[in-house]
C-alpha cells in the first residue's frame, strides 16, 4: 500500500493465525491499513514489523492494541524509544521483540526471515523476506532509485550505505520482488545491485573530490549522477529529505573527516 501523503510502504502479510503488518506508516493511518486489510482477509492483525525507526513507518503503530507483538532491530528499537511517540503510556508500542542479524518468524509458507546487514538509512534497517513468495520489503534502505537517505542522527551512514546494500546484495538469496520503502513500483535485485554500485561509486567520488581540495559545497555544484547510473533510472535532487544528494555529500564529508 503506497500513498504520496500517508508515509513509507505497507505490506501485508496473511498467515493462518492472522496478519503480519511491516511498517505501519505515519500517525492516523492505522484504520486505513485495516481496511485495506479487510479487504483480502478479515483475519486480526497479530504482529507488526517495524523496518526502522522513522515516524512514517512506524506512526501508526498506536493504532494496534498494544498487547500485539512488534518486531523490529535492536537499534531501531533504542531510537524509537528516543522519539516522543513513544514515550509514557506510548512506550507499550514499541518493539517487544528484537534482533541483532537475522530472526526468523513462523515455518513453512509462512516463513518471514529479518536480515541485518550494517548501517544505510540507519543503524537498524531490517530486511524482510516473505521466504515463499520470494518477496523482499527493504524498507528505507532501498527507497527507490533516488538520493539515499542517510540519517546521520540515528545512525545512518554515506560511506557504508554502499557496502551495506551489497551484502544484501549477496546476502539474501530467491528474491523475485522487492518492495522499497517508497518508490511506487517494485524494483528486482538487479535495481538494488545498481543502487549498491551507484552507492560505492558516490563515495569514491566523494574521495577525489577531497583528494582534490574541494569544500562540500563545491563538491555539490560539480555532482551529476554518472551516466551509467542515470540510464537505470537513478536520480539525486539536491533538496529533499536529509538534505537530498547536498546532504549525502556534506554527511559523507564528515565520516571521512573533512
Same mark, same amino acid.
Given at each position: $500500500?503506497?500513498?504520496?501523503?500517508?508515509?513509507? !510502504?505497507?505490506?501485508?502479510?496473511?498467515?493462518? $493465525?492472522?496478519?503480519?503488518?511491516?511498517?505501519?506508516? /505515519?500517525?492516523?493511518?492505522?484504520?486505513? +491499513? /485495516?481496511?485495506?486489510?479487510?479487504?483480502?482477509?478479515?483475519?486480526?492483525?497479530?504482529?507488526? +514489523?517495524?523496518?526502522?525507526?522513522?515516524g512514517d513507518h512506524n506512526g501508526s503503530n498506536e493504532y494496534w492494541h498494544p498487547s500485539i507483538e512488534v518486531v523490529a532491530?535492536?537499534?531501531?528499537?533504542?531510537? =524509537? #524509544?528516543? =522519539?516522543? *511517540?513513544?514515550?509514557?503510556?506510548?512506550?507499550?508500542?514499541?518493539?517487544?521483540?528484537?534482533? !541483532?542479524?537475522?530472526?526468523?518468524?513462523?515455518?513453512?509458507?509462512?516463513?518471514?526471515? /529479518?536480515?541485518?546487514?550494517?548501517?544505510?538509512?540507519?543503524?537498524?534497517?531490517?530486511?524482510?523476506?516473505?521466504?515463499?513468495?520470494?518477496?523482499?520489503?527493504?524498507?528505507?534502505?532501498?527507497?527507490?532509485?533516488?538520493?539515499?537517505?542517510?540519517?546521520?542522527?540515528?545512525?545512518?551512514s554515506a560511506v557504508e550505505y554502499g557496502k551495506t546494500l551489497e551484502k544484501a546484495f549477496k546476502g539474501i538469496q530467491g528474491?523475485?520482488?522487492?518492495? !522499497? @520503502?517508497?518508490?511506487?513500483?517494485?524494483?528486482? =535485485? *538487479?535495481?538494488?545491485?545498481?543502487?549498491?554500485?551507484?552507492?560505492?561509486?558516490?563515495? #569514491?567520488?566523494?574521495?577525489?573530490?577531497?583528494?582534490? @581540495?574541494?569544500?562540500?559545497?563545491?563538491?555539490? =555544484?560539480?555532482?551529476?549522477?554518472? #551516466?551509467?547510473?542515470? *540510464?537505470?533510472?537513478? !536520480?539525486?535532487?539536491?533538496? @529533499? /529529505?536529509?538534505?537530498? +544528494?547536498? @546532504?549525502?555529500?556534506?554527511?559523507?564529508?564528515?565520516?571521512?573527516?573533512?
Open positions: $500500500n503506497r500513498d504520496a501523503f500517508s508515509g513509507g !510502504t505497507t505490506a501485508v502479510f496473511v498467515t493462518n $493465525n492472522g496478519v503480519v503488518v511491516v511498517d505501519t506508516k /505515519l500517525a492516523g493511518w492505522g484504520q486505513a +491499513i /485495516l481496511d485495506k486489510v479487510k479487504t483480502v482477509t478479515d483475519k486480526p492483525v497479530v504482529e507488526i +514489523i517495524n523496518t526502522h525507526t522513522h532491530h535492536a537499534n531501531t528499537k533504542a531510537n =524509537m #524509544e528516543k =522519539m516522543d *511517540a513513544f514515550k509514557g503510556a506510548k512506550a507499550s508500542y514499541l518493539p517487544k521483540h528484537t534482533f !541483532t542479524d537475522r530472526l526468523d518468524i513462523g515455518s513453512g509458507k509462512e516463513l518471514i526471515e /529479518l536480515y541485518y546487514f550494517g548501517a544505510a538509512h540507519t543503524n537498524g534497517d531490517a530486511w524482510v523476506l516473505f521466504k515463499a513468495d520470494r518477496v523482499l520489503h527493504a524498507g528505507d534502505a532501498f527507497a527507490g532509485l533516488g538520493a539515499p537517505l542517510v540519517d546521520g542522527n540515528n545512525g545512518g528474491v523475485d520482488s522487492i518492495i !522499497t @520503502g517508497h518508490a511506487t513500483k517494485l524494483m528486482t =535485485m *538487479a535495481d538494488l545491485k545498481t543502487f549498491a554500485d551507484y552507492n560505492n561509486d558516490f563515495v #569514491e567520488w566523494v574521495k577525489t573530490e577531497i583528494k582534490a @581540495g574541494k569544500t562540500s559545497d563545491q563538491a555539490t =555544484m560539480e555532482y551529476k549522477v554518472p #551516466e551509467r547510473f542515470a *540510464a537505470k533510472g537513478v !536520480t539525486a535532487s539536491t533538496t @529533499g /529529505l536529509f538534505g537530498g +544528494i547536498k @546532504g549525502n555529500i556534506a554527511t559523507a564529508y564528515k565520516e571521512l573527516g573533512k
